[in-house]
């Protein structure tokens, strides 16, 4: 499976840009993680193939996961962001146990990621 990032770039503080993610094919779980040189990556959000979905906590009420039609495209509409938003977020979809899940090792395949940066 291959995934392709796209809509990061530079935002000012308080942008709403949307993130979307195309995968070559559908594996039922999908997600956002993020990441800072030299940190952990960190969860972000996922969706499952009914719409249900799980937020971080530092994201919870400010960034929404939706898929599109078909459902291997993901996106992640970002709202209100924070200079500590700033990181590399990648797309990563695969065939967890449990879905929706913020497990980044139950995802088996990964995107290439897109920058955001928040000034």
Do not use: H
Request: one cysteine or more; aromatic letters at 10%.
């Amino acid at each position: 499976v291959q995934l392709v990032e796209s809509g990061g770039g530079s935002v000012q503080a308080e942008g709403s840009p949307r993130l979307s993610c195309a995968a070559s094919e559908y594996t039922k779980c999908m997600g956002w993680f993020r990441q800072v040189p030299g940190k952990d990556r960190e969860r972000v959000a996922a969706i499952d193939m009914y719409g249900t979905t799980t937020y971080a906590d530092s994201v919870k009420g400010r960034f929404t996961i939706s898929q599109g039609n078909p459902k291997n495209n993901l996106y992640l509409q970002m709202n209100s962001l924070k200079p500590e938003d700033t990181a590399m977020y990648y797309c990563a979809t695969g065939r967890p146990p449990v879905c929706p899940t913020l497990r980044s090792a139950q995802f088996n395949y990964w995107g290439q990621g897109t920058q955001v940066t928040v000034s």
